[in-house]
């Protein structure tokens, strides 16, 4: 299953001549976190199958600056922002699709201002319209079949952009068994890991937000716990070890169970 | 014009005139803060208040508290037309000037009974959950003190309103079944009309005695409590409506790109900039440059100084927060009264020393510690739970843009963050050269 895939670059396809129909902005935990490694992998997969004709930044791309942002370094973020919009403007970059929701906000609300314009899309709402459009096609009724699941939606993803439909019309098509937390959509619980708390310890309390998350999670007793964000990703699988749950239920981005359940 | 009249008259005119003095000084105080500009797009901003502060959107989220909400809500906005009866009948010493609207007048009166019970009835609901119900956010530390008695004198007040408001009514309706000349045959009492056979035995100078003074009580109790609206969190109840009509209409996930650093950014980045130009002074105070972040009011927009006035104490949005829920000590609702105490602190000062005195405090570290600013994981939580469209996480974050960029204070691991993606492109310790690595990986 898993052979190497053909990544071009957006140098490459310059040398070549060829102008891809979107930008697959990768994302710095797609890019270095092995967790989030086969979420990256799954995304291309899908783009492969369905003939899409993407190319990556590679080395030219650079984190988006959100962390810093979020952390209160706006030095930071925006230095970043400008290299980020000069290499994409150079490439002439219309459209772009992120595997990561920050990535996702920040491209989309926060780079118009400082010059950087696209049409930017979270992976799950490029997957589903791949699907819309007949380009990738479902068999239903694949591995996921029957299987109990649900989705943890991404703060910068839900209420940071009121996107709560792309992910679950995606689950939908697995012909799964979805159940909602009570704290869902709009109501999401944090997972505890955005505005830079990814990279450092919690202030003193009494539990970890992650644990308070993936408990309600797994009050559901799902197979498998969705998300569309690999930060989440993160938080949620240390809380299903945590619980020494990981026998009973997976923690899965979306994409990999659209490229699971086609065999990608 | 008998005394009583003039009495009144003194009594209204020092009310409203007390009440203005007191809005002013709250303008002044929201004006203390940065500009921002919130003109954009009147209609959609039309829409979000309508919506939110007329429609209670967001107060319906909790159905039952809700729900009780809206009983008071509409009941005080629709009473309020017979405030101006009372008003008019208090300047020109007539009785009941409206009843000649007939019908219509006896449908108002019966709506107003009614919705003076539903009021009585939320109010009472409202003090027994505060007295006796176990919900975290009314029993948090920042609701001890005055913000707790703040919530029962205006949950008390209320019910001695319209207790007044139905007595008055009572003992009117049992002076008409006299036909006592003074008191015309006008509205329909169904609510008080209960209580007019209970009266039936006592002497009409009796009877009028009681109604004036509930009449009296009724809209003297008002007028005070009008006053009472600017120092407590039900200022809520004016300030909702300006405060969702100017909400941030933009995606909750958008941060404001700060106009100032962009500009130095670009100078770094232009090869032919000058790198030992002095930086532009900031565009209100020429002459200082501003500083970058927030440390006290001034430093925060106006619009986050009207949240601070327009936040009503709920604690839905610290209910929601998961730093709060996990035991932290970030609350945004502390934050928001935190501003206001802050605020009224400033202003204070202004009224006693002028303009530009400084008392060494400030917001930050006076009133909010940086352990809580650093607990906030900008979820937005707080903003989407908040009935009124405050963002305590806008207030959050100018902070730590102060701590970051003006005292380079922020948690090490952060500094450490920072380095990486300064020098590798990615808050870890990776080489730039290794992002394609994967595609390699098998
Ligand atoms: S944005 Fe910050 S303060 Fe608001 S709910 Fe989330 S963690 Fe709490
Ligand atoms: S900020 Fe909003 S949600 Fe929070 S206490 Fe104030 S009014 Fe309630």
């Not at chain 1, 938080?235 to 070890?241: E, F, N, P």
């Not at chain 2, 109604?211 to 300030?239: C, D, M, Q």
């Amino acid at each position: 299953m898993s052979e190497p895939v053909k990544v071009p670059t957006m140098a490459e396809m310059l040398a070549s001549g060829e102008v891809p129909e979107v930008l697959f902005w990768v994302g710095c935990a797609g890019s270095f976190d092995d967790r989030a490694k086969k979420i990256t992998k799954a995304i291309v997969k899908i783009l492969h199958k369905a003939e899409v004709k993407f190319a990556v930044l590679g080395t030219e791309e650079g984190c988006t600056g959100d962390p810093a942002k979020r952390a209160g370094n706006e030095f930071l973020f925006q230095m970043q922002a400008m290299m980020n919009i000069q290499v994409l403007n150079g490439y002439e970059v219309k459209s772009i699709v992120t595997g990561c929701p920050h990535c996702f906000n920040t491209i989309k609300n926060e780079y118009p201002d400082l010059g950087g314009n696209y049409e930017v899309l979270h992976h799950t709402q490029f997957i589903r319209k791949l699907i819309k459009d007949g380009r990738l096609k479902m068999k239903g009724g694949g591995k996921f079949k029957g299987k109990r699941i649900t989705f943890h939606d991404p703060c910068y993803l839900g209420r940071g952009n009121g996107e709560y439909e792309a992910p679950r019309d995606l689950l939908e098509k697995l012909d799964a068994e979805l159940t909602e937390m009570r704290r869902c959509k709009s109501k999401g619980l944090c997972c505890g890991a955005g505005g830079a708390q990814m990279f450092k310890e919690a202030e003193p309390g009494n539990k970890e937000v992650n644990i308070e998350r993936t408990e309600e999670a797994l009050g559901l007793k799902p197979q498998v716990i969705a998300t569309g964000c690999p930060f989440c990703n993160t938080m949620m699988t240390d809380g299903v070890k945590n619980a020494e749950k990981e026998a009973e239920t997976a923690v899965m981005d979306v994409a990999e169970l659209i490229a699971n359940a086609e065999d990608l | 014009m008998g005394i009583s009249n003039i009495v009144f008259l003194i009594v209204f005119v020092a009310a409203v005139a007390a009440f203005t003095y007191q809005v002013r000084k709250i303008r002044r105080n929201i004006l203390l803060g940065r500009d921002t500009d919130r003109s954009d797009r009147p209609a959609e901003r039309f829409k979000t208040m309508a919506r939110v502060a007329l429609g209670q959107s967001k107060m319906v989220v909790r159905p039952f508290a809700g729900l009780m909400h809206i009983f008071i809500y509409v009941g005080f906005v629709i009473i309020n037309i017979e405030v101006l009866e009372i008003i008019i009948d208090g300047i020109f010493g007539t009785h009941r000037v409206f009843a000649p609207l007939g019908p219509a007048y006896d449908f108002l009166i019966a709506s107003f009974e009614i919705l003076a019970v539903l009021v009585l009835v939320a109010c009472v609901v409202f003090l027994i959950r505060r007295y006796a119900g176990d919900i975290r956010r009314f029993r948090m530390k920042e609701l001890t003190g005055w913000p707790k008695t703040d919530a029962y004198i205006i949950l008390w007040v209320e019910i001695i309103l319209m207790g007044a408001f139905l007595t008055m009514n009572a003992a009117d309706g049992a002076l008409q079944v006299r036909n006592d000349p003074h008191y015309v045959q006008a509205g329909s009492f169904p609510v008080s009309g209960l209580f007019v056979p209970l009266l039936a035995n006592l002497d009409s100078s009796v009877l009028i005695a009681t109604e004036r003074t509930a009449w009296w009580a009724h809209i003297v109790g008002i007028l005070l409590f009008l006053n009472y609206l600017p120092i407590s969190k039900h200022f809520h109840i004016i300030l909702a409506f300006p405060n969702t009509y100017f909400s941030n209409l933009n995606d909750q996930g958008k941060f404001t790109n700060m106009n100032r650093v962009t500009d130095e950014v670009k100078l770094m980045m232009d090869p032919d900039a000058d790198p030992y130009a002095a930086p532009p002074p900031a565009e209100d105070n020429p002459g200082v440059p501003e500083k970058f972040g927030a440390k006290d009011v001034p430093d925060l927009t106006w619009k986050n100084l009207m949240d601070a006035y327009s936040c009503t104490e709920c604690g839905r949005c610290t209910a929601e927060c998961p730093a709060n829920i996990t035991g932290k000590k970030l609350s945004p609702r502390k934050i928001m009264m935190d501003t206001r105490d802050r605020m009224e602190e400033i202003g204070k000062n202004i009224d006693k020393h002028g303009k530009d005195y400084d008392d060494g405090k400030s917001l930050l570290g006076d009133y909010i510690t940086p352990e809580e600013l650093w607990a906030c994981t900008t979820c937005n939580a707080c903003v989407q739970a908040c009935p009124v469209n405050i963002s305590p996480l806008e207030i959050i974050v100018d902070l730590r843009r102060y701590l970051v960029m003006e005292e380079s204070k922020s948690p090490s691991e952060l500094t450490g963050m920072f380095n990486n993606i300064e020098n590798n492109g990615a808050p870890w310790a990776f080489a730039q050269a290794d992002r394609l690595k994967w595609a390699e990986e098998a």
